[in-house]
Structure formats: structure tokens, C-alpha cells
């Protein structure tokens, strides 16, 4: 799957709520929001979009550094992960920041989209070890670590100092 989505347990007055409508028999009306051929569209839209050498790079900087085996894994990721995100996180990461572009009406995907989707592209990709977990250290830790570590590529084309 795609992403991780953290969803935290409901506060008391909504879990008394969830266990009234769902225990009683009624069933509750679901109004559609799109219908499939709109999806379709939706997702061809956001596959089409166009993305630089710059953000695919950084998708693959990213990625590469949760591996504890990579040179380019900072030492924190060598002491704390078992094992990194894979191929597919890349694909993921791109495809979830050229959403959020075109959610913001967008035609192209930047670093910072990239950024806004690291958590819940990774979370569940990265395997933090008992190093990690004894000092209270979990994979979304790692992540923000990692966005603050791994510095965006230096493609010759896109330098701004000439």
C-alpha cells in the first residue's frame, strides 16, 4: 500500500458515538463522491503530470538513505535501522507529491511535496532496531531526521550559484 496514514484512537464522546451507530441495526446512507470513471481520470491526471530530474533525485537521495547498507545512509540510520525503504517508496514518494500538486493546481511536483508525503510513504517501510526502539526512537523520527539530513541534489542544471 501506498501510505501509512496515522489515525489515533477517537476522544470518549466519539467512541460512544461509533459504538451507538454501529451496533444498532441501522445502516447509514454513504452519498458518492466520484464515481469510477472520475478516479480513472483523476489518477491518469496525476501519473501524466510532468516531474524534474531534480525531485526524482531527491525521491531517490531520500529513499536510499533510509538503508542502512547504502554509503550514502547517515550513521543514525546505520545504528537504529534493520532494513529501508525500497524501490517502490520512490515511485510512491513521486506519485504522492505530483498529487498534492495537482490538488493545489499544480502541474508539477517540488521538493516540498516530496517532503509532505516522506512520513506516510516511509513509516511502515523503514524497520527501526532495538538501538531505536531503547531510546524511544520510531521510524517517523527517522524520517523527519532524514528530511532534515539529506540535502536536496546537486544537478548541474538546476545550481542557482552559475
Do not use: W
Request: hydrophobic letters at 45%.
Amino acid at each position: 500500500f501506498m501510505f501509512n496514514i496515522f489515525v489515533d484512537y477517537p476522544a470518549a464522546e466519539e467512541e460512544e458515538r461509533i459504538l451507538a451507530a454501529t451496533t444498532s441495526g441501522e445502516t447509514a446512507t454513504v452519498n458518492s463522491v466520484v464515481d469510477a470513471e472520475q478516479l480513472v481520470k483523476m489518477q491518469r491526471i496525476v501519473i501524466s503530470l510532468p516531474i524534474s530530474e531534480y525531485v526524482i533525485k531527491y525521491c531517490s537521495m531520500l529513499v536510499r538513505a533510509t538503508r542502512p547498507p547504502d554509503g550514502s545512509a547517515p550513521p543514525f540510520v546505520k545504528k537504529m535501522v534493520d532494513y529501508g525503504a525500497g524501490p517502490r517508496a520512490g515511485q510512491y514518494l513521486v506519485l504522492g507529491a505530483k498529487a498534492y500538486a495537482a490538488m493545489e493546481g499544480r502541474i508539477t511536483a517540488g521538493i516540498e511535496d516530496v517532503r509532505r508525503v516522506a512520513i506516510p510513504v516511509l513509516r511502515h517501510r523503514i524497520g527501526c532496531n532495538f538501538a531505536a526502539s531503547a531510546e524511544g526512537i520510531d521510524s517517523v523520527a527517522i524520517i523527519r531526521k532524514l528530511l532534515e539530513e539529506v540535502p536536496e541534489p546537486d544537478v548541474p542544471k538546476y545550481r542557482t550559484n552559475g
